[in-house]
């Protein structure tokens, strides 16, 4: 099974680093011996500029695989901290160069592996030195499934998830719907009593009329029953 591309990139970047902190060290060979080191400072500088493109790149690609959870979480944090290592190497290497720090002897076997005879050529991986528990003794494929599986498990929450919310969503609309209906009802209500108010002035303003009107009968009476007395007291012989 192939290798992970963004450890194969990794390890590309690596044995870049380990190139130019060789040429470095060339570079100051051959100004310790009067050489012109012209031509290998062209070199260098676009060697490291090709360093920080390549560690752009493996940055992005990380974010890329950690956003759409590719990889598990202790993984992403691994790899970035080998992002964060390389970073630190390339800012080390353009001092080197800029002659604003002093060339160790060491460098000349930056990242190459204790038994790899002093050639300077081998690059240790440190992502197979930090193995952790949850990967140890796991082939790329095997650990490729894990993923898939917990991305399987994830989606399968997601998906309960969203029947839930489907759900809520329906009993939102059912409910909108009945205040609706129940809104409606309240203003039928609200224009049965506006009628009836009215009704009830009208009956009032009746009642009232016809106690005024009985009223003045009364009186008309009480007076033709006097005119009556008055008359008949007056015809009535003593």
Request: glycine share 6%; with cysteine.
């Amino acid at each position: 099974m192939s290798q992970d591309p963004w450890l194969q990139n990794y390890d590309a970047t690596c044995r870049l680093a380990q190139d130019i902190a060789e040429n470095i060290h060339e570079r100051t060979r051959q100004q310790s011996t009067g050489g012109n080191p012209a031509k290998i400072n062209m070199t260098l500088r676009a060697s490291l500029q090709k360093l920080k493109q390549n560690i752009s790149q493996l940055r992005e690609s990380l974010l890329r695989a950690s956003s759409s959870r590719r990889i598990m979480q202790s993984e992403a944090d691994r790899r970035q901290n080998l992002v964060d290592d390389l970073v630190t190497r390339e800012k080390h290497l353009n001092a080197t160069f800029r002659g604003e720090v002093r060339e160790e002897p060491s460098r000349t076997t930056l990242m190459s592996g204790a038994g790899d005879g002093g050639s300077g050529r081998g690059v240790a991986n440190p992502w197979l030195v930090n193995e952790s528990e949850e990967t140890m003794g796991l082939s790329f494929g095997e650990i490729k499934q894990q993923q898939y599986s917990i991305m399987e498990a994830q989606d399968a929450g997601l998906d309960a998830l969203a029947a839930v919310i489907s759900r809520q969503k329906m009993m939102g609309r059912e409910i909108g719907n009945e205040l609706e209906e129940q809104n409606d009802i309240i203003d039928d209500l609200s224009h049965l009593v506006d009628k009836t108010d009215d009704r009830i002035r009208n009956e009032t303003r009746r009642v009232k009329l016809v106690e005024t009107k009985s009223a003045s009968c009364g009186m008309l009476v009480v007076i033709v029953l006097l005119l009556i007395a008055i008359v008949v007291v007056a015809v009535w012989p003593v």
